[in-house]
């Protein structure tokens, strides 16, 4: 299978920015219950509720479709989560909210079903793969390691490189609720159990990088 460029959704009239949204959103139903290559332009069509002609008059193929749907969850991935404010000295206040938050969002189980179809198909449609990748989990590590660089720089902490401080955090946070989840090993967590998960999560990480 070739691969795709993801394409962003047309801005032409807002007749067609809805007939485009609304196509979108039953083919990620299809995608999400079914997989892609069960998927079928014609299950597609049946569940937007519109013609394969007109399916066809917005998406070539069934592969530029899946890449707008990659394009969509990127843009909803965290959602604000890790927009974290730099002059905020409270370190482990910060990480607490961010900790939480982000389990609370990647644990939903649609987020869950995303990431299992774009890790089936990025073998063969890598730009998928990357651009999920780097609009994502890539974006947040970056945005936090901005955060510890800050109060490193502040005096607060002592992190040598941020980039990997932030992704070991965020795999501490996430690491034993989420897998279980992607897995289908288990259900989503509970507030108390993500709420422990994190706590412990920010004490192992000031513990390790808490300005001396």
Known sequence: ???????????????????????????????????????????????????KGTLYVYFKHKEELFGAIVMLECA???????????????????????????????????????LRTVIAIADRMPSIG??????????????????????TAAGLLTVDDPEVAAAQFIETCQGTLFKPVLFNFAPPPTAERAKHVVDIAVRVFMAAYRAK
């Open 1 to 51: 299978m070739t691969d795709i460029q993801v394409l962003d959704h047309p801005a032409d009239s807002t007749e067609d920015s809805a007939k485009w949204r609304q196509i979108v959103d039953g083919a990620r139903k299809v995608f999400l219950s079914r997989g892609f290559d069960a998927a079928s332009m014609g299950d597609i069509a049946k569940a937007a509720g519109v013609s």
């Open 76 to 114: 909803g991935q965290a959602e604000g989560v890790f927009d974290l404010d730099p002059r905020d000295p409270d370190v482990e206040g910060a990480l607490k909210r961010l900790g939480i938050a982000f389990v609370n969002f990647l644990c939903r189980p649609e987020k869950a079903s995303a």
């Open 130 to 151: 990357k651009t999920f990748y780097e609009t994502g989990p890539s974006a947040g590590i970056v945005k936090l390691a901005g955060y510890l660089k800050a109060q």
